[in-house]
């Protein structure tokens, strides 16, 4: 029988990248199974979703607690009872305390709408458009103690086209987001992913050849 990687994930929002999750794992595509959900927002959409394919949830709402570190303790205490191997940001608008990443260390990933280390983050697809950039895309990379700093496992690219809007951009972004995401865990549920100081190797990683990307491309030059 296949491993399958037990997952907490943390919500806010919509959690559009948590229904990514889920329809991965219903399609066999991805080993793992989401044993709890956390939101701090009592009205995320994310708890409808969890509600819609039976899988259990928690609200933790930070007014309910003194400190972060209180907050993070009793995140910490759910995912413990639940059996979490890895915990799973997904639009978690939050910064974790030191405590939450000792509990889980190197067993917690994020997903960010740029491609890192450019502009990390709140309003990162907003920060790539303004700045005018030709590519930008996501990033999937274990959480460290900075902001979107942790080692890098997977990043998608993304042009951004003239006629681009911030908004148009952010939706082509979020198609990548929901690709590459399950692909992270499930490469953490195979036990590919090496940690060497700010590098993640992967294992028996088949080295391609793309074409390199131009934008404008490089026609009849």
């Given at each position: 029988?296949?491993?399958?990687?037990?997952?907490?994930?943390?919500?806010?929002?919509?959690?559009?990248?948590?229904?990514?999750?889920?329809?991965?794992?219903?399609?066999?595509?991805?080993?793992?199974?989401?044993?709890?959900?956390?939101?701090?927002?009592?009205?995320?959409?994310?708890?409808?979703?969890?509600?819609?394919?039976?899988?259990?949830?928690?609200?933790?709402?930070?007014?309910?607690?003194?400190?972060?570190?209180?907050?993070?303790?009793?995140?910490?205490?759910?995912?413990?009872?639940?059996?979490?191997?890895?915990?799973?940001?997904?639009?978690?608008?939050?910064?974790?305390?030191?405590?939450?990443?000792?509990?889980?260390?190197?067993?917690?990933?994020?997903?960010?709408?740029?491609?890192?280390?450019?502009?990390?983050?709140?309003?990162?697809?907003?920060?790539?458009?303004?700045?005018?950039?030709?590519?930008?895309?996501?990033?999937?990379?274990?959480?460290?103690?900075?902001?979107?700093?942790?080692?890098?496992?997977?990043?998608?690219?993304?042009?951004?086209?003239?006629?681009?809007?911030?908004?148009?951009?952010?939706?082509?972004?979020?198609k990548e987001e929901h690709r590459i995401y399950p692909k992270a865990i499930q490469l953490y549920a195979e036990?590919?992913?090496?940690?060497?100081?700010?590098?993640?190797?992967?294992?028996?990683?088949?080295?391609?050849?793309?074409?390199?990307?131009h934008n404008p491309p490089l026609v009849n030059f």
């Amino acid at each position: 029988m296949k491993r399958r990687v037990k997952l907490g994930v943390l919500v806010s929002g919509s959690g559009s990248n948590l229904q990514s999750i889920i329809d991965h794992i219903e399609k066999g595509l991805l080993d793992a199974e989401i044993r709890m959900i956390i939101s701090n927002n009592p009205e995320a959409y994310a708890l409808v979703r969890a509600r819609k394919h039976g899988i259990p949830y928690t609200v933790l709402e930070y007014r309910d607690f003194g400190t972060r570190e209180d907050f993070d303790r009793k995140v910490i205490e759910v995912f413990n009872a639940s059996g979490v191997e890895l915990v799973i940001m997904a639009g978690f608008m939050r910064i974790l305390s030191p405590s939450f990443l000792n509990a889980f260390p190197m067993r917690i990933m994020n997903i960010h709408p740029a491609l890192l280390p450019s502009f990390p983050g709140m309003h990162a697809q907003k920060k790539a458009f303004d700045y005018g950039v030709k590519f930008s895309g996501c990033t999937v990379h274990f959480a460290d103690d900075g902001v979107d700093t942790g080692p890098i496992i997977i990043q998608a690219i993304v042009p951004l086209y003239d006629h681009d809007s911030d908004e148009t951009l952010a939706q082509r972004i979020l198609k990548e987001e929901h690709r590459i995401y399950p692909k992270a865990i499930q490469l953490y549920a195979e036990e590919k992913l090496e940690v060497a100081g700010r590098k993640v190797r992967v294992k028996d990683h088949k080295q391609t050849d793309p074409h390199p990307l131009h934008n404008p491309p490089l026609v009849n030059f």
